[in-house]
């Protein structure tokens, strides 16, 4: 089992920062990719960055590039989402996900989110 927690949600004004933490722990050794993932109101979730936990191969989706960074933290079992320039529309519920070499996102391991608000 791995049990990511997430924090640093919080409100912030458009083209302000956050930056989200999400460590881990339990059997760390076990995990392939860690993954950040958003669900706004009224929407479904979505992928916003992820990241291969040995080798450090990041993807974005488009509407994170740019703007956001992912990074990790392996001696810490940490992974972080640097949020730039932020928009009304990042306000949702982020998630973070650790998934191991055999499992897909939906069914890996969850974190219980942390809200980001953009006010205009």
């Known amino acids: 089992q791995v049990q990511p927690v997430e924090s640093g949600g919080g409100l912030v004004q458009a083209g302000g920062s956050l930056r989200l933490s999400c460590a881990v722990s339990?059997?760390?050794?076990?995990?392939?990719?860690m993954g950040w993932f958003r669900r706004a109101p009224g929407k479904e979730r979505e992928s916003v960055a992820t990241?291969?936990?040995?080798?450090?191969?990041?993807s974005y989706a488009d509407s994170a590039k740019g703007r956001f960074t992912i990074s990790r933290d392996n001696a810490k079992n940490t992974v972080h989402l640097q949020m730039n320039s932020l928009k009304p529309e990042d306000t949702a519920v982020y998630y973070c996900?650790?998934?191991?070499?055999?499992?897909?996102?939906?069914?890996?391991?969850w974190g219980q989110g942390t809200q980001v608000t953009v006010s205009s």
């Open positions: 996900a650790a998934r191991q070499a055999a499992q897909r996102f939906e069914s890996a391991f």
């Open positions: 339990g059997r760390t050794a076990s995990i392939y990719e």
């Open positions: 990241i291969t936990w040995s080798g450090g191969r990041s």
